[in-house]
């Protein structure tokens, strides 16, 4: 199974952007998709979680300001992103949760520049 992450990049403070994350295989089924980040220096987080069921699992810092969503015709998750921070400046990883096997992208870099 491969995740290629797309839509990082640098935005200001304040600003919204959206992380796409394609999968190589559908995701129908059960199983779970994610998306986490890692800061220089800091462990890698999760951000957000969304079931096959659509029940979506936010971080706190993420509540009220991400969206995560997936189509699965297209065997995509995404991630908008809005009212970015500072600390969202990151290296976000796609996961895919499916049968107790965990897959990862490779990542996209977002940088929030205030």
């Known amino acids: 199974v491969q995740l290629v992450e797309s839509g990082g990049g640098l935005v200001q403070a304040g600003g919204s952007l959206r992380l796409s994350c394609a999968t190589s295989?559908?995701?129908?089924?059960?199983?779970?998709m994610g998306w986490y980040r890692q800061a220089p220096g800091k462990q890698r987080e999760l951000v957000a979680l969304i079931t096959s069921g659509g029940v979506t699992n936010y971080a706190e810092s993420a509540k009220g300001r991400f969206t995560i969503s997936r189509d699965n015709a297209k065997s995509t998750v995404y991630l908008q992103m809005n009212s970015l921070k500072p600390e969202d400046t990151a290296v976000y990883y796609c996961?895919?949760?499916?049968?107790?096997?965990?897959?990862w992208g490779k990542g996209t870099e977002l940088t929030v520049s205030s």
């Open positions: 295989e559908s995701i129908f089924g059960v199983n779970t």
């Open positions: 996961n895919l949760h499916k049968y107790s096997m965990n897959y």
